[in-house]
């Protein structure tokens, strides 16, 4: 069983910047990949970004691309999403997640966080 844990969500101005973390906890020997997703309310979950266990394999969305960064930091099985340029847009839930595999779908992940609210005003 793996435990997630988000933090570093609040309130933001456009163009500002903020760093969302993940900590995980338990039997962290199983993740090889760990995502961040987003989900507004009665919105679907949207996928954000994801990062391999070797950490050179990463992933945006479109949406995301150039303005966020994932990293990871295993020592600390941490996971990190650095959000520039912020946009109104990005106001959303976020939530971290830990699988098996990289994807890009909410189903293949098995642990997920609790989510941290991020808002952003013009």
């Known amino acids: 069983q793996v435990q997630l844990v988000e933090s570093g969500g609040g309130l933001a101005q456009a163009g500002d910047s903020l760093r969302l973390s993940c900590a995980a906890s338990g039997r962290t020997f199983s993740i090889n990949a760990m995502a961040w997703f987003r989900q507004a309310p009665g919105k679907d979950r949207e996928f954000v970004a994801v990062i391999s266990r070797t950490g050179d394999d990463r992933y945006y969305a479109d949406s995301v691309k150039g303005r966020f960064t994932i990293s990871r930091d295993d020592a600390n099985n941490t996971v990190y999403l650095h959000m520039h340029s912020l946009k109104v847009e990005d106001t959303s839930v976020y939530l971290c997640?830990?699988?098996?595999?990289?994807?890009?779908?909410?189903?293949?992940?098995?642990?997920w966080g609790q989510g941290t609210p991020v808002t952003v005003s013009s």
């Open positions: 997640a830990a699988g098996i595999i990289d994807a890009t779908t909410p189903n293949m992940y098995s642990y």
